[in-house]
């Protein structure tokens, strides 16, 4: 149900696809989070009601990484927040393993 939500151009499914991947810490959607971060579409949907797609991808890889933000994090796209969690994860390495499962 999850790739569903994922391929989905609906905000709300989107934000409710990466609050899932954060809560259940599912470290092989980290390419996926860090794509396309540009998006500050809004969910209006009562559980995730003012926060955007963009923000979403930010708080599951604040989830993934158990590194808080080096800002604050709200609905607007922040270059600094991004850099930070594509640093971790090149650093980590989680990127690149990820980048050749998917792969191959």
Not at 6 to 17: E, G, Y
Not at 49 to 58: D, P
Request: with cysteine.
């Amino acid at each position: 149900m999850l790739d569903v939500y994922i391929k989905s151009n609906n905000q709300d499914s989107l934000i409710k696809a990466f609050y899932t991947i954060g809560e259940e810490n599912l470290t092989e959607y980290i390419p996926l989070l860090l794509t396309e971060t540009h998006d500050e579409r809004i969910s209006h949907n009562a559980l995730f009601k003012g926060i955007s797609v963009y923000q979403s991808k930010m708080l599951a890889l604040e989830k993934i990484s158990n590194l808080k933000s080096p800002c604050k994090l709200t609905y607007q796209y922040d270059s600094i927040i991004v850099n930070f969690y594509t640093n971790w994860a090149f650093n980590k390495d989680n990127f690149n393993k990820l980048i050749k499962n998917e792969f191959n």
